[in-house]
């Protein structure tokens, strides 16, 4: 998350992610479910303008950047909703993440935040959730609170399950119902293609069609992508492997180690997830899956011309909005994976 300020006026970075790995453990008592999964943020961010307010008011306005707006208008027709329209006041998560923070705080202070939005909604890429940490890390230096990451990461969790992640700016491993953030090392940098089709899909309706995983399984990172999911019915995984490969340097290993037990749930909601992975599948990308609950595809690539190339076979193939991005860190043309 990059953060620059001039007095009372803050502009923040907020990254969206993808999910290298997710495991559904289990149903908990509270309704959520237990997971473990490994989360990257990206390049694609949207872009936060945090004013201080003297009176104590909390403003949030919301807006698709002009590009976005003109793709949305475009595909309005056949091709069907890609771009959902984008809650404003207190109907957005920045909105309560504030007023929480504002109450835990005690400060008399206010906020006034334009969202400038690149991040698909609905989609898996952790939008909102990154928003809101960005806010609340915005209204920590304007409002001189001087808290810790930690004690954010308190009421992040309030806010949402992936927003004390959003914390952190770096790879993790998230466990509980993802507010219990571990970060790691070795993730250096790769290209993505993503593809957000014209339907999104609902996080709750997902989680509440898939079955937990069972009993412990060892899966091999030489192992296809066909065979991992033909093995793992009921299978419990692990992001060790990943992060073991991750660490090695090995993009082709981390490509085989992906996982999401979401996906077979997500493609029983939605027919855009079975299409692209079939299309992903056809094309020469090392790894694909779904990200988070949907309804956003990935794939990683080789490097930045290798995106590009995927990317415009998936424009022609019309099937959404397509991005070429990478993982934080990365920077221009610099990593070429043979």
Known sequence: ?????????????????????LEVLRRREDGFHEIETLMVPLDLSDSLRCLLRQDGDLRVTCRWTHGLQATRAARSGASGRVWDELPEGEGNLVFRALRLLKDASGTELGMEIEILKRIPSSAGLGGASSDAAA???????LWRL???VERLSEIAAMVGSDVPFFLRGTAAVCRGRGEQVETVGGFRGWWLVIVRPPTGLSTARVYQECRAATSPLAVS??????????????????????????????????????????QLAAERQSPWIGRLASVFGSMDCLGHQMSGSGSSYFGI????????RLAGRLRSADLGAVFVTATQGIGPCRRRVA
């Open 301 to 308: 690539c080789r490097h930045a011309g290798h995106a590009r």
């Open 221 to 262: 990172d030489q192992e296809s992508a066909s065979d991992r999911f033909a093995r793992v019915a009921g299978g419990q995984r692990s992001a060790v492997g990943l992060c073991e490969a991750a660490a090695r340097d090995d993009l082709v290993g981390v490509a085989r180690q992906l996982f999401n037990r979401l």
């Open 146 to 148: 001087t808290w810790s």
């Open 135 to 141: 806010a609340l890390m915005a209204a920590n230096r």
């Open 1 to 21: 998350m990059q953060i620059g300020h001039r007095d009372a006026l803050i502009e923040v970075r907020a990254p969206a992610k993808v999910n290298l790995f």
